[in-house]
């Protein structure tokens, strides 16, 4: 059914078997929020809420509700995990890549709808970053997490 990269294991210290479908459903999770949100196109949530005669009608609150939610989710995780520092490191790293591309030509900074894709794709991958950076961080030096205690 999925491809066998999006579906192949490993074994981690302690012997535990872990898939390596988490990476893409996270992935695909903070990409369909980021472009759920907002896109180019005009089809997404903000165009829905901003459409609207009516905010208290039919299922708007339920959606302005849990998009609301979602978005609380994803900026405590990327705080959570990378902290302002490392979050604005990731937005740096994103804008400098998207800078690359325009360097060679490969998207044009003045075509609205190409800036759009790439900020929108950019959000999606900073949420994911944010939602996985503990993991790479404990895949890169063994270490989980870190707390400061009192002593420090």
């Known amino acids: 059914m999925l491809p066998s990269f999006m579906t192949s294991t490993s074994k981690t210290k302690t012997g535990k078997e872990v898939t390596h479908l988490n990476w893409w459903v996270t992935l695909l999770m903070s990409m369909g929020l980021a472009v ?8 997404h949530f903000v165009h829905y809420i901003t459409s609207a005669g009516d905010l208290t009608e039919g299922f708007r609150p339920f959606g302005i509700l849990i998009m609301f939610a979602l978005w609380l989710l994803a900026i405590k995780s990327i705080f959570q995990s990378l902290k302002l520092y ?3 490191l990731t937005v740096v790293i994103i804008g400098a890549f998207v800078w690359g591309l325009n360097q060679y030509n490969i998207i044009d900074m003045n075509d609205f709808k190409q800036m759009g894709w790439a900020a929108t794709l950019g959000i999606g991958f900073l949420i994911w970053f944010g939602l996985n950076a503990s993991i790479i961080w404990k895949k890169l030096t063994g270490v989980y997490t ?3 205690t009192d002593e420090d």
Do not use: E, M, S
């Open 146 to 148: 870190t707390d400061l």
């Open 36 to 43: 759920g949100t907002w896109n180019p196109t005009g089809h």
């Open 86 to 88: 490392g979050a604005v």
